[in-house]
Structures are given as structure tokens and as C-alpha cells.
């Protein structure tokens, strides 16, 4: 099942890393710990689909995921503070 989440809060936790909180309002989502989730990047004809660990507990209608950035890296240079968009969708 695929979602159309909002970011809905970004935080700095290394130079490389960001950690962010993608919701998806009135659905809870359920997994187990370590279970990943895939996050799709880009907006109209670009597609580019990752699998990414929540680092939060499950039960919630959040998602939050901690995302090291390359900056060559398809997606995770997606994740550079001026080019996070509010909109994300997960599966
Ligand atoms: C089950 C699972 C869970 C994961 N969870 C997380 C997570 O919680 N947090 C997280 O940050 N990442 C996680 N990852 C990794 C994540 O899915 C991406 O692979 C990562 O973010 C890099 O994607 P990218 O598109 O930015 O980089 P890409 O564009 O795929 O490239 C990444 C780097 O590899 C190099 N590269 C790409 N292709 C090649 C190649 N063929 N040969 C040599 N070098 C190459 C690129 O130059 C770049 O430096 C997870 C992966 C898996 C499989």
C-alpha cells in the first residue's frame, strides 16, 4: 500500500546525516523493529525509490526515518536542507 506522506519536522544530527518525520494522517502504521519501509524521491517523471529503517516505535501515523546523504547519491542527496519537499510517498 502506498502513502502520500508530509514532512512534517527535519533535524540535523550529524554533517551527514538528517533525521525527518513523515506523516501520514489517520493511518497506523505497523511493523516490527529493523523492518524497512521504501521512500520514493523526486516529483513528476523522476521516480526513485529507496528502502529506509523507521527509527521510531510503531503505532503511530508517523514514520521517522534517519538518512545518511551522499552527495552524489540519487536519493539521499534529496535530503540536502534546500531541497526537502513536504511531500513523500512510503509504502
Ligand atoms: C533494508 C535496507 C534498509 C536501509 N535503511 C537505511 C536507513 O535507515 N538509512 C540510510 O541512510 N540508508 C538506508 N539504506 C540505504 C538506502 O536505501 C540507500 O541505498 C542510500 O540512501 C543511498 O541511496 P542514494 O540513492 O542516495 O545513493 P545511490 O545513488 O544509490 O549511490 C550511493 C553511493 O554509492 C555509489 N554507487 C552507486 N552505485 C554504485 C555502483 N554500482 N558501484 C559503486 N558505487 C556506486 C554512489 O556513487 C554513491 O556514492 C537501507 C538499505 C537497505 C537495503
Not at 24 to 40: A, K
Amino acid at each position: 500500500m502506498t502513502h502520500e506522506a508530509t514532512v512534517v519536522d527535519t533535524y540535523q544530527i550529524t554533517p551527514r546525516v538528517s533525521g525527518f518525520r513523515l506523516r501520514v494522517p489517520g493511518h497506523e502504521f505497523e511493523y516490527d523493529p529493523g523492518q524497512h519501509t521504501t521512500i520514493r524521491f523526486g516529483s513528476g517523471n523522476e521516480r526513485i525509490v529507496r528502502p529506509y529503517t523507521p527509527t521510531n516505535l510503531p503505532g503511530t501515523e508517523e514514520l521517522a526515518p534517519t538518512i545518511k546523504r551522499y552527495d552524489d547519491g540519487l536519493a539521499s542527496s534529496c535530503t540536502r536542507s534546500d531541497r526537502v519537499t513536504r511531500s513523500r510517498s512510503v509504502r
